[in-house]
């Protein structure tokens, strides 16, 4: 583990806008990105739609982080305190609601390792099969209602991830009282309060879908006034999203709210062989905040490339790459796609029967 961090984490999370850090990658930048990449992978939802836990979370919040990997090695340590649920208004949707993303805070061995208590926002990527709508509703619509306007620039955004964020559905015991913004929001507010005297930071990550969830998120954090403290309002706390695969938000009105805001930042890492990033294609959505390009065919790990371009220079553990996909070279000996639960969850009871029991309680 790269030892820099906790020194200069100000840095690392843009304060200069990550001047100098990207070309080459800086060491500890690299070991804070892989970092936000680990928890925006460990949403666990269940995905079976025969189960009675569809759409919810796997693991208990105590639970997250060890059942996902992410305890045993990992000096990163966080404790998950809000788990986030969203709603979509779909005939087959009512009453039902989304495990979509999760609060956590640094525990106070992380808080060292870190040099700050860094409160982290989580949104997964698109992963039950009625969320392919959310995505694929690209209308462009109004923002300015959480957003406000720049100049009386009103700020359009990607209708699906808007609705996916502000939903509230009356039938649902997640999402009947509280939206997922009404719900991120009281939970950060929460640990700020809690946390208040100490140096904090505010963290928002994501995949895809989620990269979105989190750059809207991010902003709406900043634009309202949620990273300052009640008693405290000249106590600014710098808010940055790390977004992996992150398809484009809003227009150029939406554009030019996030560039007004001061301390957010968003460092956006995409893949040169990945359309995600250039998604929706609608020519007046744009892009925002800062790029980091990768391309993964330099690497010479992965099936079908020879270039020695790549170096790895982490301690990292080639088996992940093939955690969800087959892309390494059988030289490695690492199956495909190894991250299953046992007999995908199918349990055997006392009486010899098998049942689906897929979610703890």
């Known amino acids: 583990m790269a030892g820099g961090i906790a020194t200069k984490w100000k840095v690392l999370s843009g304060e200069d806008d990550w001047k100098d850090l990207l070309e080459p990658l800086d060491i500890d930048l690299r070991h804070y990105i892989i970092h ?74 992380g808080a060292r390792v870190l040099g700050r208590r860094d409160v982290l926002i989580s949104w997964r990527g698109t992963q039950l099969e009625h969320e392919w709508v959310v995505d694929d509703d690209t209308a462009l619509v109004s923002a300015s209602d959480i957003l406000g306007s720049n100049n009386g620039l009103d700020p359009l955004v990607h209708h699906g991830w808007l609705s996916y964020y502000t939903n509230k559905d009356i039938l649902s015991p997640h999402n009947k009282l509280r939206s997922c913004r009404d719900q991120v929001l009281d939970a950060l507010k929460k640990v700020l309060e809690e946390y208040k005297d100490e140096k904090i930071s505010i963290t928002v990550t994501g995949h895809s879908m989620g990269a979105a969830m989190a750059t809207l998120n991010a902003t709406d954090i900043v634009c309202n006034g949620h990273n300052k403290l009640t008693d405290q309002p000249d106590k600014l706390i710098p808010v940055t999203a790390i977004v992996f695969a992150s398809p484009r938000l809003g227009d150029k009105g939406f554009e030019k709210v996030f560039s007004g805001l001061e301390n957010l930042h968003v460092l956006r890492v995409t893949n040169d062989q990945d359309i995600v990033p250039t998604l929706p294609l609608n020519g007046e959505y744009v892009p925002v905040g800062k790029e980091l390009r990768i391309d993964s065919l330099k690497s010479s790990y992965l099936k079908g490339t020879e270039s020695d371009d790549f170096k790895l220079e982490v301690n990292r553990d080639l088996a992940l790459v093939n955690k969800y996909i087959d892309l390494l070279k059988d030289e490695h000996k690492v199956v495909g796609s190894w991250w299953t639960e046992k007999n995908k969850s199918m349990i055997q009871m006392d009486d010899g029967s098998w049942v689906l029991d897929d979610g703890e309680s």
């Open 36 to 109: 936000c990449g680990e928890r925006a992978g460990a949403v666990a939802v269940v995905h079976e739609p025969k189960s009675k836990n569809y759409r919810l979370p796997r693991y208990l919040k105590e639970h997250l982080f060890s059942k996902v990997g992410l305890q045993s090695g990992n000096p990163y340590k966080y404790a998950v305190k809000e788990y986030l649920y969203a709603a979509i208004h779909l005939p087959s949707s009512i009453g039902k609601s989304n495990f979509v993303g999760f609060v956590a805070v640094t525990t106070d061995e």
